[in-house]
T-cell receptor, first 115, second 114 residues
Framework: GAVVSQHPSRVICKSGTSVKIECRSL??????MFWYRQFPKQSLMLMAT?????????EQGVEKDKFLINHASLTLSTLTVTSAHPEDSSFYIC???????????FGQGTRLTVV | SQQGEEDPQALSIQEGENATMNCSYK?????LQWYRQNSGRGLVHLIL?????REKHSGRLRVTLDTSKKSSSLLITASRAADTASYFC??????????????FGSGTRLLVRP
């Protein structure tokens, strides 16, 4: 099956710094990538949808200046958490799909801890 | 936003027993999918059922869909300890670029005791 690689798997950063998370589709071209946030023992909340070469579409309530998304190529999307605060600590997961594809392929997730 | 609720929130069974998880959703759907998530990992696609289908099987998995009740169920038969995970239903919504975004249910945490 299609493989999506997310990096890093864990990151600890200080308050006020920025953190970049990468999501790569390794063996297929992902026209659309999705970023989710997940709190412990809760479901995945869609943050934004990104398309290669265009601006991301953010879900209601998600701060676009806080969570910067760049989809520079058909195989790479990045999420940058800017000026991180402890409340940004969470599990972030990306997924990718192909044009017309209903099935999503997920990365392994990134555990972000802001201290 | 979440599409709907799943119940139970948590389920603990003995190995060999069957596990049933239910998902209810709010809006009309094209398809409904089930995913599995091992603790601290990404999600793995299990099965997709179309809105015009009522039942679908894949190995030990059986999924039903009742669009009149806006509900779906996932049955895992002859459970194994390795089935311990969280299970999520998801409905897909078409986007302008012909792709689909997934909205997940609240999930069921399944524990299969050896």
């Amino acid at each position: 099956g299609a493989v999506v690689s997310q990096h890093p798997s864990r990151v600890i950063c200080k308050s006020g710094t920025s953190v970049k998370i990468e999501c790569r589709s390794l063996d297929f071209q992902a026209t659309t990538m999705f970023w989710y946030r997940q709190f412990p023992k809760q479901s995945l909340m869609l943050m934004a949808t990104s398309n290669e070469g265009s601006k991301a579409t953010y879900e209601q309530g998600v701060e676009k200046d806080k969570f910067l998304i760049n989809h520079a190529s058909l195989t790479l999307s990045t999420l940058t958490v800017t000026s991180a605060h402890p409340e940004d600590s969470s599990f972030y997961i990306c997924s990718a799909s192909t044009t017309g594809g209903r099935r999503a392929f997920f990365g392994q997730g990134t555990r972000l801890t802001v201290v | 936003s979440q599409q709907g609720e799943e119940d139970p929130q948590a389920l603990s069974i003995q190995e060999g027993e069957n596990a049933t998880m239910n998902c209810s959703y709010k809006t009309s759907i094209n398809n409904l999918q089930w995913y599995r998530q091992n603790s601290g990992r990404g999600l793995v696609h299990l099965i997709l059922i179309r809105s015009n289908e009522r039942e679908k099987h894949s190995g030990r998995l059986r999924v039903t869909l009742d669009t009149s009740k806006k509900s779906s169920s996932l049955l895992i038969t002859a459970s194994r300890a390795a089935d311990t995970a969280s299970y999520f239903c998801a409905t897909d919504f078409p986007l302008m670029d012909s792709s689909y975004k997934l909205i997940f249910g609240s999930g069921t945490r399944l524990l299969v005791r050896p």
